[in-house]
């Protein structure tokens, strides 16, 4: 990935980096179809690896990224790939789990709204082991708010719709889903968490290098060659 980028402008290199981000997220999901499932008895809506890959999107990218990656799934699934839980259709949309599917999308938005400025905050705390654990609460709260409050509301209104099986009924059927998740939830804040603590200690190994070698980082190159570009342009001349 590192070699492609390289070839493309630094000016393009954002947006073709959010672009493969989202792809990448989108695969994942499409590759959860095939961990398999697990069936609950007195519903019609089975446990999958799906809504990890969910939660994981929606902490780890912008949340435009996010509903991008949901967005090229569901187009997927619709399209008839296997990737849905019982395989692939536009039929999907109109079955019992259609409220889960369709509530993806919703809740990475408000997963990666959520989460964003909740983590900003923790960026102030100078203790690693304390800015570590706020880090993940707040992850925690995110992925709780988004892809279990929002993804269940959904999810249980659309299968109680369309089965015409009463709210109540349903609340209490997906009871061992919502555990079920919030396991998930904590699996996925912990991976996320240790990612983003990874990620920042490079970032600040490398800053530090950089200002000891004098070596400027990509950032800095990409200014550079903009600046460079400006200043060669005869239309950026002023005339006095």
Not at 108 to 125: D, N, Y
Not at 160 to 182: E, R, W
Request: proline share 6%.
């Amino acid at each position: 990935m590192h070699e492609i980028l390289t070839r493309i402008p630094a000016t393009a290199r954002p947006l073709s980096r959010a672009i493969m981000r989202s792809v990448l997220f989108a695969v994942l999901l499409m590759a959860a179809a095939s961990a398999g499932e697990i069936p609950l008895p007195g519903t019609p809506v089975p446990i999958t690896v799906q809504t990890l890959v969910v939660m994981l999107t929606g902490l780890m990218l912008p949340w435009h990224e996010a509903a991008a990656s949901v967005v090229l799934y569901l187009g997927a699934g619709a399209a008839g790939l296997p990737v849905f839980a019982g395989g692939g259709s536009i039929g999907s949309f109109m079955g019992p789990s259609a409220g889960f599917l369709i509530g993806f999308l919703p809740a990475v938005i408000v997963t990666a709204l959520v989460a964003t400025p909740l983590r900003e905050r923790t960026r102030s705390i100078r203790t690693p082991l304390m800015r570590w654990m706020a880090a993940l609460t707040a992850n925690l709260a995110a992925a709780l708010i988004g892809c279990v409050g929002v993804l269940y509301i959904l999810g249980i209104a659309v299968q109680s719709a369309v089965t015409a099986v009463p709210l109540s009924v349903v609340a209490a059927s997906t009871a061992s889903f919502i555990v079920v998740d919030v396991l998930k939830a904590t699996v996925a804040c912990i991976t996320v968490t240790g990612l983003h603590a990874g990620m920042s200690a490079g970032r600040a190994s490398r800053g530090a290098t950089h200002a000891t070698t004098g070596v400027p980082d990509d950032a800095a190159l990409n200014d550079a060659v903009r600046n460079d570009a400006v200043r060669k342009d005869p239309s950026h001349d002023v005339v006095r």
